[in-house]
């Protein structure tokens, strides 16, 4: 960054039209804060002013898919470059409208608080996972053997553990398992000083795992290192992590949040001034975590996302909470089925009184201004569930082969309902070892339960279980 002391004349007036730009986009931010969820989702930070001055009126934020930016002459160019006024110069490190997205997760993770908070989307879900932790697992000596480690939940989406068990391990970084991410002690057991982060996903895919995000973040903080959450299944609808005290969320836009299937994408979502005693750049890198990744390492390592694919997320969670109002009504209804169903050994769903943390997800899990519509909170659980079929892994799949409207895929998060087996699908590669470890039997179905009629697609369950004979 340059010294504002030692700028030009022609630099130092771009730098003063921009700082106008920042106090009206703060005051904007703020405005928006005010507002109620479903009013952030579908507005944003998409002002009509700057629909009618900048847009031509257009009443959807537009698509920008230059793959850089122009300046007027070199002053403004050095400050850009400088990132001493708004800009986005290259695709490769922002767009226009990837900042409309950036800007409406990061008020929707926020959302309820006085949290400051900020975004920056990736490619993918797995892009964004590994932009929020590799800026922590750096050496902080000169010493070639000093030990790096972190402590993980075992129940994770498959990808996430294949990364961090094997391609961290190939950087020389240690990943910790808990086994079980309700036992706190497990947890602390497992914390040291060559520990840089806490890292655990709840509601937990596949099998609805869940744990105390506030005990959690205290005991973090206590170490003097972050707490970082994948909240992809909840989305800030039903779940706001760093509300409860959580640093950084990561999100695979890729699942609900775009539940219409078209495309891949991520999302790191932090709090400003997080806590991370353990870093280099400390005080750069905490006061505002979201975008020193953006305009440092994610500029370097390059994992954007699409501005077209950004759109579509945009226009896509809009009608967020409705839809994940819809989809967690249904899933509660088909777990309650599935409990009572003969063919059927266990269900994981967290709605569920008979699941070991449903007094704790009731707690937390609750969806957002509910209370405005019936004149109280309303607790929901989500879309996904898992259960284990009587009879073993064969078992399983003679019912999953049964289904003629579910359909069989890795996806989840759909408006369509979708089943696996994450045994021989998202957590194949993990081995039987680590499948025993993360309670992921051959016999377990990942069910994402979409918006159809739940009579159809309890219909559709029963032409599976039929199969078993």
């Known amino acids: 960054m340059n010294n504002n002391a030692q700028l030009s004349s022609g630099v130092q007036n771009y730098v003063n039209r921009g700082q106008e730009i920042v106090k009206r986009r703060e005051d904007d931010f703020r405005r928006m804060k005010r507002c109620r969820f479903d009013t952030i989702a579908v507005h944003g930070m998409y002002t009509m002013r700057e629909a009618l001055e900048e847009n031509q009126g257009s009443i959807i934020e537009p698509a920008y898919i230059a793959t850089s930016q122009g300046y007027r002459d070199s002053d403004e160019m050095e400050a850009g470059l400088a990132y001493l006024i708004p800009t986005w110069c290259y695709a490769r490190i922002a767009n226009p409208t990837t900042y409309y997205l950036e800007w409406v997760l990061a008020l929707l993770e926020g959302y309820g608080s006085d949290m400051e908070t900020s975004a920056v989307v990736t490619s993918s879900g797995m892009a ?6 590799e800026p922590f697992l750096v050496k902080l000596s000169e010493a070639a053997d000093e030990p790096i480690n972190f402590v993980s939940s075992a129940c ?4 996430a553990f294949q990364q961090f068990s094997i391609r961290q391990k190939e950087k020389g970084r240690l990943v910790r398992w808990v086994q079980n991410p309700s036992n706190l002690q497990t947890w602390e057991a497992l914390i040291d000083d060559n520990s840089r982060f806490l890292y655990a996903e709840l509601p937990s895919n596949p099998n609805i795992a869940f ?8 005991l973090a903080h206590r170490h003097g290192i972050p707490l970082i959450v994948d909240s992809t299944v909840a989305t800030p609808a039903l779940l706001r992590p760093l509300t409860l005290g959580a640093d950084i969320v990561v999100q695979s836009l890729s699942k609900t949040i775009t539940a219409g299937g078209l495309g891949i994408g991520g999302a790191i979502i932090s709090r400003k001034n997080l806590v991370s005693e353990k870093v280099i750049q400390a005080k750069e890198m905490t006061d505002d975590f979201a975008s020193w990744v953006k305009f440092l390492p994610y500029r370097d390592n390059g994992p954007s996302m699409n501005p077209l694919h950004a759109l579509m997320v945009l226009n896509d969670l809009r009608t967020l909470r409705s839809k994940v109002d819809t989809m967690s009504k249904n899933a509660m209804q088909i777990a309650q089925w599935l409990a009572e169903h003969p063919g059927v050994e266990q269900v994981h769903y967290l709605g569920l009184e ?6 704790l997800a009731k707690r937390d899990m609750v969806l957002a201004d509910s209370e405005l519509d019936s004149g109280k909170p309303v607790n929901r659980y989500s879309h996904l569930m898992s259960f284990r079929v009587k009879g073993g892994g064969q078992a399983a799949r003679r019912v999953m082969d049964g289904f003629e409207m579910i359909y069989r895929a890795t996806d989840l998060g759909r408006i369509k309902s979708v089943a696996t087996i994450p045994a021989i699908s998202t957590h194949q590669q993990q081995g039987e070892e680590a499948r025993i470890m993360a309670d992921i039997p051959a ?3 990942r069910l994402n339960i979409g918006a159809e009629h739940p009579d159809d697609i309890i219909a559709d369950l029963e032409r599976g279980f039929s199969r078993l004979g």
């Open 128 to 133: 964004a996972i590994t932009s929020a932790v």
């Open 156 to 159: 994770i989406y498959g990808g």
């Open 211 to 218: 744990c105390d995000i506030k005990a959690l973040a205290e």
């Open 354 to 359: 008979s699941d070991p943390m449903h007094k």
């Open 443 to 445: 016999n377990l179905i």
